[in-house]
């Protein structure tokens, strides 16, 4: 299918400059793995792919993977190659297949997006099991804190999994989640959450009709923390207790340094603080992990080239625990789909001429937050995303005469093939170009939020130069999502929540599994849709500058959110609408009990957690009733805290402390095989 910009909504000049005909032709030139087939599960091999392209337009290359029986899905999408002496390479293709034995599929499809040639192909690779004899093994990954276990086939019908535990004892058994046997080839699984330098034994267990049978252990001893990596030190404030929930016994933690240049990768550490899994794309920049999910892989925003020149939050990866990635996008490939779906402000940010006119709009990154969510059979995966989108000179108040750089968002819902099939836009420009009623475009953020370029947060903004306003509108900047799958009353929603810091609101969208027309259907916060029922009194009961706002109990609440308090602590800039008299103070922890029918928020929790977090930050209800939260950025510091509610009161006590590296967010789980489901 040809994809093009033409179809899209651009101005009048793009349109006359990028709608020429064009015409190529796209060939493969080779397609090889790093190492010759067949190779043992568990081995790394990278592919390279070059192509040829008689046409002008940059080539892109995807690739696609197809198990063992199996069909082809995509694994990485389209991103441009590099090209020297006619000949255009793939940007680098590395594959780690960890599930099954078998002959394989490998495709590389090389397209060129101006044109919309095409070209592709497609070479088995044979995959041998460990396992040997029958035997059961257990092997080193890249991560030396996790250990790839094969075992012999089981019957069809059974389920199996890894149990492991230390050999000097002392701590209680884990394991992996079970998994449905295949009678034709060996069981294999990633072991993670396991200490540095310390002998295991592990083994399969195999459940027939509730019937479970251990089969022969196998030793394995993991490897130290690598002295490459700086790890952060963590302080044990409040120990495990009473009160503490034990059984949510790991704690993930995605570090971030706001205030330093040290970076450290993403830890999973134990209640006493001691590290049990880790993750480092680079020590050069970040990898936000956003979303820990049930089939032992995690959702992660990373820095990477993609199309365009800039390379802050370019990649959106699934990972699995041995940081193998599983599938990637890009937000060029996203972008590409968006124009296609008829997103005017989701196309890439260099087609504009400087300076941008009036209208430009485009997709800059991916932002803070990825989820998952099923409908049904089918799998979806939601991300954030930044947009910019230029205004008339004065909008918002903005006083340089010049048109105005404003930063808004976009949602965007992907399919199992991680492809575009839902957005919204912040901007609203189908309809109207004004925004949406609830969230006009003339509604300022209340501390006058801005961004200049090179900014910390700002860093991949695009449309900014000379003839824009200096300085963007830093609008919503927002910071998670939620899938809702039923509504308070216990009926079908299948709507989208999300966060805005800027706006100290949190808002629902009418996404309804798909078929929504994207209404903004209600706002939560200060002048919102919502009255607070104040039945404590407090001074400034609601939620500013906040994060990670989910529903909790699979929908039926309360809502958890992570109140930074930025605008209740520094106090209203230009819009001092609806704002309290009182300020100050520290950041919350805080769970309402949400009406949508009387449109009333009651507090369940407002738990002041002893320091001000100016950003980042996260909640969670716990499997025994407590709270949890990552106040993320205090003093150089983040801190993990467990409250123990006080009945007949919206505050409690800390049943648990933990002072570490900053942190951006922060889960409770009993395993890394059992994440929670907010």
């Given amino acids: 299918m040809r994809v093009s910009w033409c179809g899209s909504r651009l101005p009048a000049v793009l349109v006359a400059a990028c709608c020429a005909p064009a015409f190529s032709a796209v060939s493969i030139v080779s397609l090889s793995p790093s190492v010759a087939s067949p190779e043992a599960l568990g081995t790394s091999i990278s592919w390279t792919a070059t192509a040829s392209n008689t046409g002008k337009g940059k080539l892109t290359f995807r690739f696609n993977i197809a198990p063992p029986g199996g069909h082809l899905s995509m694994v990485a999408d389209f991103n441009v190659g590099t090209l020297s002496s006619g000949t255009w390479t793939a940007p680098p293709f590395v594959w780690v297949p960890t599930a099954m034995e078998g002959v394989y599929r490998v495709q590389v499809v090389a397209k060129d997006f101006t044109s919309g040639a095409q070209a ?45 535990a230390p050999l000097s004892g002392g701590v209680p058994a884990n394991s ?139 990649l959106l990866i699934q990972i699995d625990l041995a940081g193998n990635t599983i599938r990637e996008t890009n937000t060029g490939a996203v972008q590409q789909q968006l124009l296609s779906l008829g997103a005017v402000d989701g196309g890439p940010c260099d087609v504009f001429p400087s300076p941008p006119p009036v209208g430009s709009g485009c997709l800059d990154t991916f932002s803070h937050d990825a989820i998952q969510f099923n409908i049904g059979p089918n799998q979806y995966t939601a991300l954030l995303s930044d947009i910019e989108r230029i205004f008339p000179a004065g909008t918002q108040g903005d006083t340089s005469g010049l048109p105005v750089d404003i930063r808004g968002s976009m949602i965007v819902v992907l399919d199992s093939n991680w492809q575009a099939v839902w957005y919204w836009d912040s901007f609203n420009p189908a309809g109207g170009g004004n925004g949406y009623p609830l969230l006009p475009i003339t509604r300022v953020a209340p501390l006058d939020e801005i961004c200049s370029i090179g900014q910390p947060g700002c860093d991949a903004i695009q449309l900014l130069g000379p003839g ?142 002893g320091g001000f977090s100016p950003a980042n930050g996260s909640a969670q209800l716990l499997s025994n009733g407590n709270y949890f939260f990552l106040s993320g950025v205090v003093a150089k510091s983040g801190y993990a805290i467990e409250i123990f509610p006080t009945p007949g009161t919206e505050t409690g006590t800390q049943a648990l402390n933990i002072q570490g590296s900053e942190g951006y967010r922060a889960w409770r789980m009993p395993s890394l095989y059992a994440p929670p489901t907010t």
């Fill in 176 to 314: 992996t989640n079970w998994v449905n046997c295949n009678a034709s080839a060996s069981m294999t699984f990633e072991v993670a959450g396991m200490y540095p330098s310390t002998a295991y034994s592990m083994f399969a267990q195999t459940n027939t009709n509730g019937n479970i049978v251990n089969g022969p252990a196998v030793s394995f001893t993991t490897g130290p923390l690598p002295t490459s990596i700086p790890f952060p030190e963590f302080n044990i404030g409040v120990g495990v207790g009473a009160s503490t929930d034990t059984a949510d016994s790991t704690v993930l933690i995605n570090t971030t340094q706001l205030s330093g240049t040290r970076l450290y990768p993403n830890v999973a550490i134990d209640l006493s603080g001691k590290v049990m899994w880790y993750y480092s794309a680079s020590l050069n920049h970040g990898s936000t992990i956003t979303r820990p999910l049930p089939n032992a892989t995690m959702l992660t925003i990373q820095y990477g080239k993609a199309w365009a020149t800039t390379k802050n939050q370019q």
């Fill in 120 to 164: 592709s192909q497609t070479v088995s690779f044979t995959v041998s099991p460990l396992v040997k004899s029958n035997a059961p093994l257990a092997v080193a990954t890249a991560n030396p804190l996790v250990a790839l276990f094969s075992a012999p086939a089981c019957a069809v019908g059974s389920q199996m999994r890894i149990s492991f």
């Fill in 468 to 609: 824009i306003s200096p300085t963007a509108i830093d609008w919503l900047h927002c910071n998670s999502l939620y899938y809702w799958p039923t509504d308070t009353s216990g009926g079908a929603s299948g709507d989208l929540v999300w966060s805005s810091r800027n706006q100290d609101w949190v808002m629902k969208v009418d996404y309804h599994n798909g078929t929504g027309k994207g209404d903004l259907l209600w706002t939560m916060g200060p002048c919102g849709s919502f009255a607070f029922n104040n039945v404590y009194n407090d001074p400034w009961p609601w939620f500013s500058g906040q994060h990670d706002a989910g529903m909790e109990n699979n929908g039926a609440g309360p809502l958890t959110v992570f109140d930074d308090g930025n605008t209740r602590v520094s106090r209203p800039g230009r819009s001092t609408q609806c704002m309290p008299g009182a300020g100050g103070g520290n950041s919350r922890g805080m769970a309402l009990s949400v009406d949508e029918a009387g449109m009333q928020v009651t507090p369940v929790l407002s738990a002041d957690l």
